[in-house]
C-alpha cells in the first residue's frame, strides 16, 4: 500500500518565514575584563614596609641637636629621663621646654615611675656655662636621682 500525501497547500518547508533580527553584541564577546595583578604591587609594598621600619627605628624624635663636650670615655647610665640644655641656655625636658624653675615639678613625674635608682642624663651643649649643668644636678641632688653627663666620644684622642 502506497501512501501519497495530497499537497493542497505549500509543503511545510516552503513556508514564509518571518526573519528575526538578532542584536549581536559583539563588543563584548571579544572585550577582556581587565585584570590587576597585585603580586608585583605586593611585593613593593612590603619593602616599602620594612624601609620605613628600619628607617623609623634608626631616628629618634625626642632630640635636640646640641654640640656635646669631648671626653676619652664613655659612662654608661639607665637613663629615667634626659635634661637637655642648649646654647641659648634654655632648658628641655625630653622634648619639652621648660624654665630651671620649673624643671623639679617637671622631673618628679619621671622619677617616681622608677624602682631603681633614677638617673638624670644632662645632655649639654658645650657652650654652656657649668653653672647651668650644676643648677640640673641640684635639683637632680633634691629629687634623689643620679645625674650622668652626656659627652661626645668622637674627635678626642
Do not use: C, W
Request: charged share 20%; hydrophobic share 40%; glycine share 4%.
Amino acid at each position: 500500500m502506497v501512501v501519497t500525501k495530497n499537497y493542497t497547500t505549500t509543503p511545510p518547508h516552503y513556508h514564509t518565514t518571518t526573519l528575526k533580527l538578532v542584536k549581536l553584541n559583539l563588543r563584548n564577546k571579544h572585550r577582556d575584563e581587565g585584570e590587576v595583578h597585585t603580586g608585583p604591587l605586593n611585593d613593593i609594598l612590603f619593602i616599602l614596609l620594612l624601609f620605613f621600619l628600619i628607617v623609623s627605628t634608626l631616628a629618634n624624635p625626642n632630640v635636640i641637636k646640641l654640640s656635646q663636650p669631648k671626653s676619652k670615655t664613655d659612662t654608661r647610665s639607665k637613663q629615667t629621663v634626659v635634661v637637655s640644655i642648649d646654647a641659648n641656655q634654655q632648658y628641655f625636658v625630653g622634648t619639652t621646654k621648660v624654665s630651671l624653675t620649673e624643671l623639679k615639678a617637671q622631673l618628679q613625674p619621671f622619677l617616681a615611675k622608677e624602682t631603681d635608682q633614677p638617673s638624670i642624663v644632662i645632655n649639654a651643649d658645650k657652650t654652656v656655662p657649668i653653672d647651668d649643668v650644676v643648677a640640673v644636678m641640684r635639683v637632680a641632688r633634691e629629687l634623689g636621682a643620679r645625674t650622668v653627663l652626656a659627652v661626645d666620644k668622637k674627635g678626642v684622642q
